[in-house]
C-alpha cells in the first residue's frame, strides 16, 4: 500500500496586528492557504479580520497558541509565521519544532520574495528608527523609490504585496529588531548599519552575548557594514567585527584617523578627509542625531549619492514624532515628547542634547540598563522629575540612592502626572518639560507611540501659562 502524504500547504500567521495581516495579504495574494490567530479581541484587530476574511483568509480571534490547535493539520503546515513578541521559546513553538514543523517571521516572508530588491538592513540599541527614516527621506528625495520598512512600523510584506502590482522599489530601507532578527534564518542586505549598542530586551535575550550575536548576525550577512566608533562596547569589539567602515561625531585627529567619516573642527562633514557639506544644514540637534545623520550619510554616498544630493535633501527633512519632538512651546515653556526614549540610554542621550535643566517626565515598564549612569545625568541635567506607572517606586529609590535630592514627585497614571507636572512648572517658572519615559510603555500603553499621542492630548488640555 502507498503512503498516503499531504501536500505542507497551510500557513499559519500568529498574531493580527501590522506585520501578521500584512503576512497574511501577501501569502493569500500568492495563492498560499493561510489561517490567523489571535488571542485578543480589539476594534483594530476586527477590523483586519473583516478584511482577511473578505479575500478568503480564515481568522480565529480569542484563541491562544497552544500545540493543540495545531495537531488536526500538523502534517500539512508549509509555515507557523510568528509575531517578533514570540519568544522562540516558547512552548508550543518547541512542540512544533520537535514535529519538524518550520518557524519563521513576517521578514523571513518579505525578504524571501523581495530578493531581487536591494536592502538596507539597520539594528542596534538606540538610533536605529531615525537613521531608517533619515536614509529613506535622503534617497526618496533623489528619486529613489526607497520606502522606510520592517520595525518602523510599515512591515515589510506590505512591500512584497505592492510590487504584486509591478510598484518599482529601488531600495528597502529596513529597521530591524533584535526580535525580527533571532526569528529570520537569513537576511543579506546590500548594506548593513549598526547604530549603537548596549544592554536591552535581556528579558528575551537572557545574556549580553546574546544580545550581541543577534545584532551582529545581521552585520556579518550584509556585503557592506557600517559601525558606529563613538559606542563603547562596538568599539571595543571592533576586532570580532566583520571589516566595514566607521563613524565617529567626535573632533578629534587620533580617531579620525580610524574612521572614515567624522565632523571637522569647523563643523564639516568629512568623507575620509574630503569636506561633503557643512552640518549647520541639519536641523537635529544632539550628539547621537550627528552620529545618525553620518550613518546615513555613509550608506547613501555607498548608494551613489553626491554631497550635494544628500546635503540638499536635508534641508527638509523633519523630526519623527514622539523623538525628542517640541510639541508646544510659547515665550515662558517649552514640552517636548520623547516618547521614543524606551531604555535609560535613550533619556541620557536626550537629556544631553538639550542645553539648558529641563523637568522630566518618566516611567513605565523598566528594563534592564545601566541606570547609574542616568542617575548620574538626571542630576546634572534637571531640575525635578516627576515619575509614573510601574517601576515609579523602583526608579525613585535608584534616585536616591544615587543622591539626587531635587524634587521627585510620583503619580498612578500619566493623566495624574502631567496635571501635577504643569502644577509645578507654571508655580516655578521652569522652561522646558521633557517627557523620556526611559521604559518601556507596556506597563499602561499599547506602545510608545500610543504613549506619546496620549501624552500630547493630555498637554492640549493642560491649563499651560
Not at 563613524?247 to 579620525?256: C, E, H, Q, R, Y
Request: one cysteine or more.
Amino acid at each position: 500500500m502507498k503512503e498516503n502524504i499531504k501536500t505542507k500547504n497551510i500557513n499559519y500567521v500568529i498574531g493580527l496586528g501590522r506585520s501578521g495581516f500584512w503576512a497574511a495579504k501577501y501569502l493569500n495574494s500568492i495563492k498560499k492557504k493561510v489561517i490567523v490567530i489571535e488571542s485578543e479581541i480589539n476594534k483594530e484587530i476586527y477590523n483586519y479580520k473583516n478584511e482577511l476574511e473578505s479575500i478568503g483568509v480564515k481568522v480565529e480571534l480569542d484563541q491562544s497558541f497552544e500545540f493543540e490547535f495545531f495537531t488536526k493539520n500538523i502534517n500539512e503546515i508549509e509555515y507557523v509565521i510568528i509575531s517578533p513578541g514570540i519568544s522562540l521559546e516558547h512552548k508550543t513553538i518547541i512542540k512544533l519544532k520537535e514535529k519538524g514543523v518550520k518557524i519563521i517571521g513576517e521578514v523571513n516572508i518579505g525578504w524571501n520574495n523581495l530578493k531581487k530588491v536591494k536592502w538596507v538592513g539597520i539594528t542596534g540599541t538606540n538610533g536605529k528608527t531615525t537613521v531608517t527614516h533619515l536614509l529613506s527621506h535622503i534617497l526618496c528625495s533623489n528619486n529613489l523609490k526607497a520606502p522606510a520598512a520592517g520595525n518602523i512600523g510599515t512591515p515589510i510584506c506590505k512591500y512584497a504585496y505592492d510590487q504584486n502590482d509591478n510598484l518599482k522599489i529601488d531600495w528597502i530601507i529596513a529597521e530591524l529588531s533584535s526580535y525580527q532578527i533571532e526569528i529570520a534564518k537569513r537576511i543579506e542586505p546590500q548594506i548593513g548599519i549598526w547604530t549603537t549598542f548596549t544592554p536591552d530586551h535581556l528579558e528575551r535575550h537572557k545574556t549580553i552575548q546574546n544580545y550581541f550575536n543577534i545584532k551582529n548576525k545581521l552585520l556579518k550577512q550584509s556585503n557592506y557594514r557600517i559601525y558606529n566608533y563613538d559606542d563603547k562596547i562596538l568599539r571595543e569589539s571592533s576586532n570580532v567585527l566583520s571589516k566595514g567602515i566607521w563613524i565617529t561625531s567626535n573632533v578629534s585627529d587620533d580617531i579620525n584617523q580610524k574612521c572614515d567619516y567624522w565632523i571637522d573642527k569647523e563643523g564639516f562633514v568629512i568623507e575620509r578627509g574630503i569636506k561633503l557639506f557643512d552640518l549647520g544644514i541639519f536641523n537635529l540637534t544632539g550628539k547621537h542625531n550627528i552620529q545618525n545623520l553620518l550613518m546615513a550619510t555613509a550608506a547613501a554616498r555607498k548608494i551613489g549619492l553626491s554631497s550635494l544630493q544628500i546635503s540638499e535633501s536635508l534641508k527638509s527633512y523633519k523630526q519623527l514624532p514622539h523623538r525628542l519632538e517640541t510639541i508646544f512651546k510659547n515665550n515662558n515653556i517649552e514640552i517636548i515628547n520623547d516618547s521614543k526614549a524606551t531604555n535609560f540610554d535613550s533619556t541620557i542621550a536626550s537629556l544631553n542634547s538639550i542645553s539648558n535643566s529641563s523637568v522630566l517626565i518618566s516611567g513605565g515598564r523598566i528594563k534592564t540598563g545601566n541606570y547609574k549612569l542616568w542617575v548620574d545625568t538626571v542630576i546634572r541635567k534637571t531640575d525635578a522629575i516627576f515619575l509614573y506607572g510601574e517601576s515609579c517606586e523602583l526608579i525613585k529609590n535608584y534616585l536616591l540612592e544615587g543622591g539626587y535630592r531635587k524634587k521627585i514627585i510620583i503619580s498612578n497614571s500619566l493623566k495624574d502626572v502631567v496635571s501635577k507636572v504643569i502644577e509645578y512648572t507654571n508655580k516655578e517658572k521652569k522652561k522646558i518639560i521633557l517627557f523620556s519615559p526611559s521604559c518601556s510603555s507596556f506597563d499602561q500603553f499599547k506602545d510608545y507611540e500610543e504613549r506619546g499621542n496620549i501624552f500630547k492630548y493630555l498637554i492640549s488640555k493642560s491649563n499651560l501659562s
